[in-house]
Each structure stands twice: as structure tokens, then as C-alpha cells.
């Protein structure tokens, strides 16, 4: 668990993850970006992403020489955030020499109010908004670790669906539910694929991105696809949540020959070894989805005579269509 930096405090994971669980799952990335300054800017910077978990690496939090020296000793770090003011501050006899060490050879990003990124010396403006430092940091660590991030996550996540006939049907508790199952075996995203789903005011989401904007850059930009997914994700409970559509055709810009191929990119962007999809009654394109799940769950049986009745004919529909193997995946209960 996440908690204020102390002075000389050991190095932190501030995601909060389990490594042992997360050699067992195939999840641990094995990536570091270091980040060593005051406190008060450590803490400022870890709080900004303690809950985000679509990042491709860990963050360590450091506030003493010594103990990120000795850290990079036994450890591989991709990216140093490193504050000159704080290690003058520590020791008057520092210099860039010095922060080479710790970095143990690789790239340095030295903080201030300076912004020159690409040379053979790296500046990073961190008087701005989180948001827009996380971004450059995001661009500098996909050059530096070139194709080797591709093999970050490259397991598939496990998809299971959230579906039922009756609009009135509350599906967010029995999608969060289900989440609190599957957050044992690793990190899980719940995607509300309603447009109307009151998501946003049940959880006070304060999001600037949603699900039809990394559709789009799915479609036309690959790299704008990692930083959106890092800035629209909320964390809620047991699950990173993703916003529903802005309007409901945004779904079928995904064509149904790529909604695994879109399924697979959440998966490996965010670290995700579950996701769990919230599907509209009244969707389009429904086999498609239920082909990607592993399961289907569909609570609220028995609640009204009528809602047994379309039951019924939903199992009819699959079985003309000699869809058995869908109908095995449907679940009654969580």
C-alpha cells in the first residue's frame, strides 16, 4: 500500500503491486523509473499516479542519495527523474557525474524548469501540469526501452462479459462483484460499454478520456492509444474503470473482425489480466463480444416472470444459430 515518503525512506512501488503474485500471473514488467527529489515533490508525484495501473513500468520513490545509490546497484532503472536542487541540497559536492551512478548508465531526465528532451543531456519542466510531465515520460521510456516494451504484458487477459435482458438490471454491482473475484489473480479494467450508464456519478469519475477516444486512436494513432488509456482510467475498488461511449455508434467504429485485436491492446498497454465488459441490452454486433469472453454472467434471473420468458428466447436465438458453445459460456450468478 501507498504511503508518505520519509526522509531516507526505502524505495516505494507506489502501484501497490505484488510482485510474487504477479511473477505467478506473468504481469511483473520489470521496468523501473526512479524519481528522486524532496519530499514534498516525491509525494506529490507518487500520490498524482498511486492508482494508476495502465503504466508500463513501476515507479520507485527516493528522497536519499544513498538509498537510490543503493538501489541502482542491484537493480536495473530504465529512467532517473533526478532533482540537482535536492542532491546539492544533501551533499554541496554532487555533480552529474554522480547521478550517472545512480542511474547505473542509463537515461537521466534531470527535473527543473527546464524542458530540452533528446539530447545527449535531458531536461524535464515538471513546473506544469502532472498530466503533461507523465506524458513526456511516457514518449522518453518508449525510446528508451525501444521493442523491448512490446514483451511487457503480452499474456492475455481473461474477458468476461456482464450482460442482461432487463434494462433495470444492476449490472455495475454485479460487474464490481466480480471484480473483487478476479483482482486475487492480478489487475482487472471493467469497461460500462452503456451510454447512459450514471457510471460517472456513481463513482464521482473525473476522467478526461473515455472508451471513444482510445477507440479512435486505436484506429489512427497507436501512440496516442498509451497515453489516453493512462489519462481515462478511474480507480474504483478492485477495478481500474473505463468510461461508456460518448454516443453509441462510437462501438461500431471497432469492426467485429478487431474487437479481439482492441481487447488484446487494452490487455497488454495496461498491464490487465482480466477485463470485464458491461454489455448494453440492445447492442449491436453481440455475438462478436460474446466470442471474446471467457464467460458471460447474467444476474437478475427469476426476478420478474417476463424476464424467465426472454430467457428463453435468448437461448433460442444462439441455439438456431448452432451457437452452443456461446450458450456454455452463460453464468446465472457470480
Not at 501507498?2 to 503474485?21: M, Q, S, T
Not at 529512467?79 to 550517472?100: G, H, K, Q, V
Not at 487477459?157 to 442482461?164: H, K, L, M, R, T
Not at 466480480?178 to 460499454?193: C, K, M, T, W
Request: aromatic share 10%; hydrophobic share 40%.
Amino acid at each position: 500500500m501507498w504511503a508518505p515518503l520519509e526522509k531516507a525512506a526505502r524505495p516505494i512501488d507506489v502501484r501497490g503491486r505484488n510482485p510474487e503474485k504477479e511473477k505467478r500471473t506473468g504481469a511483473l514488467s520489470r521496468h523501473i523509473v526512479a524519481i528522486y527529489d524532496s519530499v514534498d515533490y516525491v509525494n506529490h508525484f507518487l500520490m498524482f499516479i498511486k492508482n494508476n495501473r495502465t503504466l508500463p513500468f513501476e515507479v520507485m520513490g527516493f528522497t536519499s542519495l544513498a538509498s537510490l545509490e543503493e538501489y541502482g546497484r542491484t537493480h536495473q532503472i530504465d529512467i532517473l527523474l533526478f532533482s540537482r536542487d535536492a542532491a546539492l541540497r544533501e551533499d554541496c559536492s554532487f555533480n552529474e557525474t554522480e547521478a550517472a551512478k545512480c542511474a547505473n548508465g542509463k537515461c537521466i531526465l534531470f527535473l527543473g524548469e527546464t524542458q530540452s528532451l533528446g539530447g545527449d543531456v535531458q531536461y524535464l519542466n515538471v513546473y506544469r501540469q502532472a498530466k503533461l510531465v507523465l506524458g513526456d515520460i511516457l514518449d522518453v521510456f518508449y525510446q528508451v526501452t525501444a521493442g523491448a516494451v512490446k514483451n511487457v504484458g503480452t499474456y492475455r487477459a481473461q474477458v468476461y462479459g456482464i450482460y442482461s435482458l432487463d434494462d433495470s438490471t444492476d449490472k455495475i454491482t454485479a460487474a464490481m462483484t466480480l471484480a473483487d473475484r478476479l483482482s486475487a489473480q492480478g489487475p482487472v479494467l471493467y469497461i460500462n460499454l452503456e451510454q447512459f450508464s450514471g457510471i460517472k456519478y456513481r463513482f464521482s469519475m473525473e476522467c478526461e478520456a473515455g472508451i471513444s477516444d482510445l477507440i479512435y486512436f486505436f484506429r489512427t494513432n497507436p501512440e496516442m492509444f498509451r497515453k489516453t488509456l493512462v489519462s481515462a482510467v478511474f480507480h474504483a475498488g478492485s477495478a481500474d474503470i473505463l468510461e461508456g461511449p460518448a454516443e453509441p455508434e462510437d462501438i461500431d467504429e471497432v469492426l467485429p473482425a478487431r474487437w479481439g485485436e482492441f481487447l488484446e491492446r487494452l490487455s497488454t498497454e495496461g498491464n490487465y489480466t482480466s477485463i470485464i465488459l458491461d454489455v448494453p441490452c440492445q447492442m449491436r454486433n453481440i455475438i462478436t463480444i460474446f466470442d471474446q469472453c471467457r464467460a458471460v454472467y447474467m444476474p437478475g434471473r427469476g426476478q420478474t416472470e417476463g424476464e424467465d420468458y426472454r430467457r428463453r428466447e435468448f437461448r433460442q436465438y444462439f441455439a438456431g444459430r448452432g451457437r452452443e458453445d456461446i450458450l456454455e459460456k452463460i453464468r446465472e450468478a457470480i
